[in-house]
């Protein structure tokens, strides 16, 4: 038991999810790292606050933020379908997600209702993206394992459609041997923002305390130091 420091309060050590979801968060010689790693670790500095952070499989981190006490998950989208969930603190990343496929495929897309028509449609069955199409009740979801099969099952042509955000699209897309150049935007459907989620028992002044401090990173232009060392050039969240 320790007091998170200017909360006065006694509570248990925070144990924190992250995922391989490069160049957001990754495992690097056996330690998280990215760009989400480096914010929670400097928020982790400024409060004076210590907690173990963990790379594993997404649905492990997912489940585990749902259902046990002093545990947080990031990135995580905040999306309609998970806002009564977690408790949030952010944004950290803003991406837009779209529909690819590889180049050269002849498809158009321009709706959910053309999207529905396109044949299978592949997407990590955990993703954001896949309960937002689900939701929207598009028939011709393939909800895969993860993003390693989705891409692969794309360079060999066995789903015509992928979903990827503009972030780490590049990351997602090497896991399957492919290369931004080897697909093609087919339609943009989500812009959407990333967040630190935290279990919904989680103490409210704590949260309080972890969006003031990354607030202030915010004001002070640590925060815009660190996402452009890991993306250069992209939009920073508002």
């Known amino acids: 038991m320790f007091c998170y420091a200017g909360l006065g ?5 925070l144990q924190l999810y992250t995922e391989e979801y490069p160049p957001l968060n990754f495992s690097q010689a056996g ?7 480096e914010v929670v670790k400097e928020i982790l500095r400024r409060t004076g606050q210590q907690a173990s952070i963990e790379v594993v499989p997404w649905a492990r981190g997912y489940q585990a933020t749902l259902n ?25 990343i803003v991406g837009v997600t ?3 496929a590889l180049k050269g495929s ?6 959910l209702d053309d999207a529905s028509k396109v044949g299978t449609i592949a997407v990590p069955r955990q993703w954001y993206s896949y309960q937002t199409l689900q939701a929207k009740g598009l028939p011709n979801l393939y909800g895969v394992i993860g993003p390693k099969q989705m891409m692969t099952m794309l360079r060999h042509r066995r789903v015509p459609v992928v979903v990827a955000d503009n972030v780490t699209l590049a990351s997602l897309l090497a896991l399957g041997d492919l290369k931004p150049e080897d697909v093609e935007p087919l339609h943009s459907f989500l812009r959407s923002y990333a967040y630190i989620a935290f279990s919904p028992s989680t103490d409210d002044a704590l949260i309080a305390q972890w969006q003031t401090t990354l607030d202030a990173m915010k004001a002070d232009g640590s925060f815009s130091t ?13």
């Open 9 to 13: 309060l006694a509570a248990e050590p």
């Open 31 to 37: 330690k998280p790292a990215g760009l989400g790693v």
């Open 68 to 92: 046990e006490p002093n545990t947080g998950l990031f990135v995580a989208m905040r999306t309609e379908e998970r806002e009564q969930l977690f408790k949030w603190v952010g944004p950290i």
């Open 98 to 100: 779209s529909f690819y």
């Open 106 to 111: 002849g498809l158009t897309i321009d709706s």
């Open 226 to 238: 660190i996402y452009h060392r890991w993306l250069p050039g992209q939009e920073l969240p508002d």
